[in-house]
């Protein structure tokens, strides 16, 4: 069973940075592509970013230049640097994984809350 933790959440002002945590419990993660995604109360999950097996990264559009999306396959982990937070950034932040491209994977974990505000 794939189990995917996320940490790193928390309260942040505006123009403040954090750095969100995903470690994926599973011998096969160097072959999951991860992603990134996040949802509002009451709103859908969108996606945020994603990078492939061989580390490409996109980025959805509010997003490019300020999110920098990562992994480290030595640790099964996946991360997501945050900069330059606004309060729209407010949400709970979901790590996805899979192996096929084009949309979300088969496994999410718990989420972590972010919350920008002064």
């Known amino acids: 069973q794939v189990q995917l933790v996320e940490s790193g959440g928390g309260l942040v002002q505006p123009g403040g940075s954090l750095r969100l945590s995903c470690a994926v419990s599973?011998?096969?993660?160097?072959?999951?592509?991860m992603g990134w995604y996040r949802q509002v109360p009451g709103g859908q999950r969108d996606w945020v970013a994603s990078?492939?097996?061989?580390?490409?990264?996109n980025y959805a559009d509010s997003m490019k230049g300020r999110f920098t999306i990562s992994r480290d396959n030595a640790k099964n982990t996946v991360y997501l640097q945050m900069n330059n937070l606004k309060p729209e950034d407010t949400a709970v932040y979901y790590c996805?994984?899979?192996?096929?491209?084009?949309?979300?994977?088969?496994?999410w974990g718990q989420g972590t809350l972010v919350t920008v505000s002064s």
């Open positions: 990078i492939g097996t061989g580390g490409s990264t």
């Open positions: 599973s011998i096969i993660f160097r072959s999951f592509v």
């Open positions: 996805n994984a899979g192996i096929a491209v084009g949309g979300p994977g088969p496994y």
